[in-house]
């Protein structure tokens, strides 16, 4: 993380995720933002996934104002949901996540905000 906040110029603002065995950190960019995952605990997914693939890019994060017709529309079109489905998020977010095998390869998470400024970065 310190590579990123240096090439920035920022802080991250961090928080970990037990219930995920992760650690993130958000930086802002523009009108968007960019949040790295660390495994906190060896048999975590995303230790797993490093493992497996190495670093690199793990997901994409799409927001949308209502995460269950979102889930719905997505399983309407085949893709799949990973368990256990919707849970808590950074900053008390809702999100969810759709397997890598609809969308080339790449896990895309579904986010909702419960607070839409709960877990944006400050600066």
């Not at 399983?75 to 256990?84: D, K, S, T, W, Y």
């Amino acid at each position: 993380m310190p590579r990123w906040a240096a090439l920035l110029g920022q802080t991250a603002v961090e928080e970990d995720l037990p219930a995920d065995g992760v650690r993130v950190a958000f930086f802002s960019c523009g009108d968007s933002r960019i949040e790295l995952v660390a495994p906190t605990s060896d048999d975590s997914p995303t230790a797993r996934s490093l493992r497996r693939r190495g670093a690199g890019l793990h997901h994409i994060c799409l927001s949308t104002p209502d995460l269950g017709a979102a889930l719905k529309a997505a399983q309407e079109r085949g893709l799949e949901v990973v368990p256990p489905g919707v849970r808590t998020g950074a900053g008390g977010t809702k999100v969810a996540f759709l397997h890598p095998r609809g969308a080339d390869g790449t896990l895309v998470e579904l986010r909702q905000a419960g607070d839409p400024k709960a877990s944006e970065p400050k600066r």
